[in-house]
């Protein structure tokens, strides 16, 4: 079972941030936050992942609480090709083990 | 940029047939999965292999799916009989065994729908 809960569904604006919320009260100290994302009949897409310290790369940014429990994605300038399903996924630092995804948050952004 | 291929993209089979799903890694990676994915669900895992060697295939239902990766490059997944209850999205998916991000490159899938 995945181990992170998730809004369901959000809506954004285009143009402005959109910030994806991630609950995952149970994480272990040896366990990463991922992030993917998958587009309409497209496959997962990596978008980001983080241990414990903030993170941005070009698509995003991680911001993870203090005590790990919870995290949240944030895309700086929405665009209408950020409409998504985003999956917020927990994984042992091990690495090379399979992903454990949610529902998800389905993310509309809107012109 | 390399990419993850699948084939089909789309299969139509009747029940009680057999269908069968190809996938192509990225070169070099060595760390294959395939996913079903369910409408309105997120990607469950089938099985994985390491090179050549499954690695865990305890949600595959082995009565009726198989797997394999003979020269631990493309692989094959395959359903005999199929039921209706298979129509769903498969996705193969690739990475590299070592580096901190052990990010996993999705193909596009295969929708299966079984009439």
């Known amino acids: 079972d995945a181990k992170t809960t998730q809004p369901t569904s959000m809506d954004c604006a285009e143009g402005r941030a959109a910030n994806l919320p991630c609950n995952h009260s149970?994480?272990?100290?040896?366990?990463?936050v991922y992030w993917y994302r998958q587009i309409h009949s497209q496959g997962p897409q990596y978008i980001i992942h983080?241990?414990?310290n903030n993170e941005t790369n070009e698509m995003a940014s991680l911001i993870i609480t203090e005590d790990r429990k919870s995290s949240t994605l944030i895309l700086p300038h929405a665009t209408l090709r950020d409409t998504a399903v985003y999956y917020c996924?927990?994984?042992?630092?091990?690495?090379?083990?399979?992903?454990?995804f949610g529902k998800g948050t389905r993310l509309s952004v809107i012109a | 940029e390399a990419e993850v291929a699948q084939s089909p993209r789309y299969k139509i089979t009747e029940k009680s047939q057999a269908v069968a799903f190809w996938c192509d890694p990225i070169?070099?990676?060595?760390?294959l999965y395939w996913y079903r994915q369910i409408l309105g669900q997120g990607p469950e895992l089938l099985v994985q292999?390491?090179?050549?060697?499954?690695?865990?295939d305890s949600q595959l239902p082995k009565d009726r799916f198989s797997a394999e990766r003979l020269k631990g490059v493309d692989s094959t997944l395959k359903i005999q009989p199929a039921e209706l209850g298979d129509s769903a999205m498969y996705l193969c998916?690739?990475?590299?065994?070592?580096?901190?991000?052990?990010?996993?490159?999705f193909g596009p899938g295969t929708r299966l729908t079984v009439t």
């Open positions: 998916a690739s990475s590299h065994t070592t580096g901190a991000a052990y990010e996993q490159y």
């Open positions: 149970t994480i272990s100290g040896n366990e990463y």
């Open positions: 983080g241990l414990k």
């Open positions: 996924i927990v994984r042992d630092y091990s690495g090379n083990t399979p992903l454990v």
């Open positions: 070169s070099g990676h060595a760390t």
């Open positions: 292999f390491q090179d050549e060697s499954v690695v865990d």
